[in-house]
């Protein structure tokens, strides 16, 4: 039977470190990572900027004759950050492919990640959580909530936790 491994990734490499222990612990051939990137929606930034480096003739009133500024939305700004991540992961999910595993990418535009992330776990039947934490203690946890630790409580399959030195 093929398990399901919710891999939950950021910009940060430091999220990225839990990649080497799923090659370390999981059989490629029995295993589907689906590789989780977590950012914040985009807004829509408003307008794109008209480019005055074009050499478009300009008007009276000092503006280029050629493309006028547009409005740029949010879906338009999802596309582009979907395109990046899929670039930039691309070597990582090649590798875990030259390896024998079957790799999906999922994009998460969300404010509220636990909660997403325990809809996607009943939603596609996870078998697994895998990743990376920071595990702070003292007045930084206080501060900065650990998101593993709330994964954790809200979900009813194993997680996978590491803890990787910082360097």
Known sequence: MTKKILIPLTKSLFSHKILTEIEKFCQPEKSK??????????????FAATDYRSGYALEADGEPMGPKAHPVFA????????????????????????????VSIQICFVNEIVSEMV?????????????????????????????????LERVDIPVLLIHPKDK
């Open 33 to 46: 990572l689906i590789l989780y990137y977590i950012t914040r929606p985009p807004k829509g930034s408003g």
């Open 75 to 102: 879906s338009q700004e999802e596309d582009s950050i979907q395109s990046e991540v899929e670039v930039a992961l691309l070597s990582v999910t090649n590798s875990l492919k030259e390896k024998g595993f079957d």
């Open 119 to 151: 809809r996607i776990v009943k939603r596609d039947k996870i078998n697994l959580i895998a990743m990376s934490t920071r595990a702070r203690t003292g007045v930084q946890h206080f501060f900065f909530s650990n998101i593993a630790e709330k994964v």
